[in-house]
């Protein structure tokens, strides 16, 4: 059964850090690209960003492009997100998501989802 | 960027009723386009890609169609379980993009 397990989230002051964990079992992760999909509260979904089955290579949305930092460890069956100089449009639960072995950047399977809540 | 706009945001209906969610795309993104079903508190679950695929385990209830710009998500016969809210996101080009949502409630 495939398991993405999100971690880390919590309050965080502007301008502060916060680094968020994806644990995935189930699958054999290093065959597949993952992404990381927020919903600010009441709001619509958003893509954050990306990256590659080997980590080579990542992609962001405008919004988080310099403080936001996708990485993965496959050793690890880990996803990151390391999320610097935060402010309160960032406030949202963050989704880690398993992009689909098919040709096509959809979301197959989901985190459960972790709150970032940025305020002073 | 490419823009999905959902209509409607809301959508009020019976069980038993059909659905029709239309999104639309600013430009053509071929039949590039997912599906999403999402219910409060919960992360969202595929239903449709390619347009039309039925992800597996989707019931036969749900449909998809369209190409290019305009798209549209139909529940045949609306069940209790469908009440929730519905995404499309397009994949033609980075960045992803997703419409607003569409709210189905009784």
């Known amino acids: 059964e495939v398991q993405l397990v999100e971690s880390g989230g919590g309050l965080v002051q502007p301008g502060g850090s916060l680094r968020l964990s994806c644990a995935a079992s189930g699958f054999i992760f290093n065959n597949y690209w993952m992404t990381w999909v927020r919903q600010a509260p009441g709001r619509g979904l958003e893509w954050v960003a990306h990256t590659k089955k080997d980590g080579t290579e990542n992609y962001y949305v405008d919004s988080v492009k310099g403080r936001f930092t996708i990485s993965r460890d496959n050793a690890e069956n880990s996803l990151y997100l390391q999320m610097n100089s935060l402010s309160v449009e960032d406030t949202a639960v963050y989704y880690c998501?398993?992009?689909?072995?098919?040709?096509?950047?959809?979301?197959?399977?989901w985190g459960q989802g972790n709150l970032v809540t940025v305020s002073s | 960027d490419i823009q999905m706009t959902q209509s409607p945001s809301t959508l009020s209906a019976f069980v038993g009723d059909r659905v029709t969610i239309t999104c639309r795309a600013s430009q053509s993104i071929s039949d590039l386009l997912a599906w999403y079903q999402q219910k409060p508190g919960k992360a969202p679950k595929l239903l449709i890609y390619k347009a039309s695929t039925l992800e597996s385990g989707v019931p036969s209830s749900f449909s998809g169609s369209g190409s290019g710009t305009e798209f549209t998500l139909t529940i045949s016969s609306l069940q209790p379980d469908d009440f929730a809210t519905y995404y499309c996101?397009?994949?033609?080009?980075?960045?992803?993009?997703f419409g607003g949502g569409t709210k189905v409630e009784i």
């Open positions: 998501a398993r992009i689909t072995i098919r040709p096509g950047f959809y979301f197959d399977h």
């Open positions: 996101q397009q994949y033609n080009s980075n960045p992803l993009t």
